[in-house]
């Protein structure tokens, strides 16, 4: 049988930050709040560990915030033919400035 790597095995390239963005984020990244409703990217952060980060399949999708939880925000994406509701703190979340109705 295979080695098997893990939950967050072959994510290296995934999570992978360029050298000059590397380090801690602005503080402004965590300033913004979300408005139900708005849509987000989910790009994980691999600097920040403290909330978990989103597993590597939602990497790069768009989502819809749908409410929110602690400090997290619950954010509904679209996979297939299915509809998941994933807890994402802000520091993984991008907004797109498109308001849905």
């Known amino acids: ?3 098997h790597k ?3 095995g072959k994510t290296r390239s995934v999570y992978r ?3 000059r ?3 801690q984020n602005p503080i402004d990244k965590y300033l913004i709040d979300y408005e139900i409703g708005e849509k987000v990217a989910i790009i994980g952060d691999p600097a920040q560990h403290k909330r978990g980060l989103p597993h590597r399949r939602y990497y790069g999708k768009t989502g819809t915030i749908i409410g929110m939880r602690g400090r997290c925000y619950e954010v509904e994406v679209s996979l297939g033919k299915s509809k998941k509701m ?3 703190g802000k520091e ?3 907004g797109l400035n ?3 109705t």
């Open 1 to 3: 049988m295979a080695l």
């Open 98 to 100: 498109i308001k849905s």
């Open 86 to 88: 994933l807890i994402i």
């Open 21 to 23: 963005m590397r380090g």
């Open 6 to 8: 893990g939950y967050r």
């Open 17 to 19: 930050k360029s050298p």
């Open 92 to 94: 993984h979340l991008r």
